[in-house]
Nanobody, 125 residues
Framework: QVQLVESGGGLVQAGGSLRLSCAAS????????MGWFRQAPGKEREFVAA????????AYADSVTGRFTVSRDNAKNTVNLRMNSLKPEDTAIYYC??????????????????WGQGTQVPVSS
């Protein structure tokens, strides 16, 4: 069983930055593919970023490429999402997710089997 807890969300002005963190329980965290997703009001949950088990490989949605950076610290059981140059359209609830069956990059929502409760990121214009 894996538990994921996100933190770091909050109101930010357009152009600003935030760093989201996801703390994971479980001794095998370092074996899991991890991802960040977001869900805006009235929209489906969408992929934001993914990172492989070692942190050596990452992937991003086109809408955040060049602005967001995903990283992980397996010694601390955490995965982070650094968000720069935020835009009002980045407003959403951001979720951390773990795929306990994969080591590599996973971008499909349904492949993830563990989810955090989400953290809100409102971006004002």
């Amino acid at each position: 069983q894996v538990q994921l807890v996100e933190s770091g969300g909050g109101l930010v002005q357009a152009g600003g930055s935030l760093r989201l963190s996801c703390a994971a329980s479980g001794r095998t965290f370092s074996r899991y593919a991890m991802g960040w997703f977001r869900q805006a009001p009235g929209k489906e949950r969408e992929f934001v970023a993914a990172i492989n088990w070692s942190g050596g490989s990452t992937a991003y949605a086109d809408s955040v490429t060049g602005r967001f950076t995903v990283s992980r610290d397996n010694a601390k059981n955490t995965v982070n999402l650094r968000m720069n140059s935020l835009k009002p359209e980045d407003t959403a609830i951001y979720y951390c997710a773990a795929d306990s069956t994969a080591y590599g990059i996973v971008v499909v929502t349904s492949e993830y089997d563990y989810w955090g409760q989400g953290t809100q990121v409102p971006v004002s214009s």
